[in-house]
Nanobody, 120 residues
Framework: QVQLVESGGGLVQAGGSLRLSCAAS????????MGWYRQAPGKQRELVAV???????RYTDSVKGRFTISRGNAENTVYLQMNSLKPEDTAVYYCNLGTTVVAGIRNAYWGQGTQVTVSS
């Protein structure tokens, strides 16, 4: 089945930047709203950014002005540019379908995620 693979995480100092990448198999996700989610230990997974097939974007308040979600020229790729990183951004980051798709379908595509650690 379709696979989503996240990459680009790592260890960065507070105030630094990272760019996360999400590669999807084929073009299966090009017509769907895509999102970046994150989950910190002991916390629920939260949606931090979404982008529609037309390129409209929305962000959760805690990352607004710091993170930018975008689609690559190959529309099976989605990126999350993270600037001015804060320790509270530390989490495993995942890409997936946005909430326009019912959870039962979305849940089939969770990958391994990529770890982002922001040091003080």
């Amino acid at each position: 089945q379709v696979q989503l693979v996240e990459s680009g995480g790592g260890l960065v100092q507070a105030g630094g930047s990272l760019r996360l990448s999400c590669a999807a198999s084929g073009r299966a996700f090009s017509t769907y709203t895509m999102g970046w989610y994150r989950q910190a230990p002991g916390k629920q997974r939260e949606l931090v950014a979404v982008i529609t097939s037309a390129g409209s974007t929305r962000y959760t308040d805690s990352v607004k002005g710091r993170f930018t979600i975008s689609r690559g020229n190959a529309e099976n790729t989605v990126y999350l540019q993270m600037n001015s990183l804060k320790p509270e951004d530390t989490a495993v980051y995942y890409c997936n379908l946005g909430t326009t798709v019912v959870a039962g379908i979305r849940n089939a595509y969770w990958g391994q995620g990529t770890q982002v650690t922001v040091s003080s």
